[in-house]
């Protein structure tokens, strides 16, 4: 049971270029998040996936795009990257508990836009 | 939107001491949960507590709801406690706010 699995874990961009950030869960969760950490801060939603087929933004949607494959993944896209989005980005699978949930993190994307 | 503010930014504690660190949150929550950032960044779970008390190890937290406060505590603190703790708050629906967190450092 690996949990929930990040790839890669480190990425260098040039300004413009693109890339997918992959997310992948095994605990049969339905719902996955994305986020990003800047340094010295919390962490900051970007969007979320309720279930497999939906997607919506969180809080700093702007510049990413994203993907509910099926139920176990869910990938983030940056279309033209800006050094704005340099961050560190955690996926997050859901466990729905009643009308409350518990999130598990994986191991996190340190990305660089140069 | 709900605000979260935990205290103290920073913490510096010789080992074997004891400390609470506070999340105050601004409105409602039908979901809280405290996680540690290990220095090597990774995120785990310590509590999920939308109320209540709960202990594990040296390690308990208390949330009273009704105040808009949580409470972890660290008893005996070891090095390995060392690492930002996140209080993350959720008002219904799935979107979860965070904390700017509490940064532990513990002396050998």
């Known amino acids: 049971n690996a949990g929930v699995t990040q790839t890669p874990k480190f990425q260098v961009l040039k300004t413009g270029q693109s890339m997918t950030l992959q997310c992948a869960q095994d605990m049969n969760h339905n719902s996955m998040y994305w986020y990003r950490q800047d340094p010295g801060m919390g962490l900051r939603l970007i969007y979320y996936s309720a279930s497999e087929g939906t997607t919506d933004k969180g809080e700093v949607p702007n510049g990413y795009n994203v993907s509910r494959l099926n139920k176990r993944e869910f990938s983030l896209r940056l279309e033209s990257a800006a050094p704005s989005q340099t961050s560190v980005y955690f996926c997050a699978s859901i466990r729905l508990a009643g009308s409350s949930y518990e999130q598990y993190f994986g191991p996190g994307t340190r990305l660089t836009v140069t | 939107g709900i605000q979260v503010e935990q205290s103290p930014p920073d913490l510096i504690l010789q080992e074997g001491a004891n400390s609470t660190l506070r999340c105050n949150f601004s409105d409602s929550v039908n979901n809280l949960q405290w996680f540690h950032q290990n220095p090597w960044g990774q995120l785990i779970n310590l509590f999920y507590i939308p109320s209540g008390t709960k202990q594990n190890g040296r390690l308990s937290a208390t949330t009273v709801a009704t105040e808009r406060y949580s409470l972890l505590y660290i008893s005996s603190s070891q090095t390995t406690d060392s690492g930002v703790y996140f209080c993350?708050?959720?008002?219904?629906?799935?979107?979860?706010?965070f904390g700017a967190g509490t940064r532990l450092f513990v002396k050998a």
């Open positions: 993350a708050v959720g008002t219904g629906g799935f979107k979860t706010i």
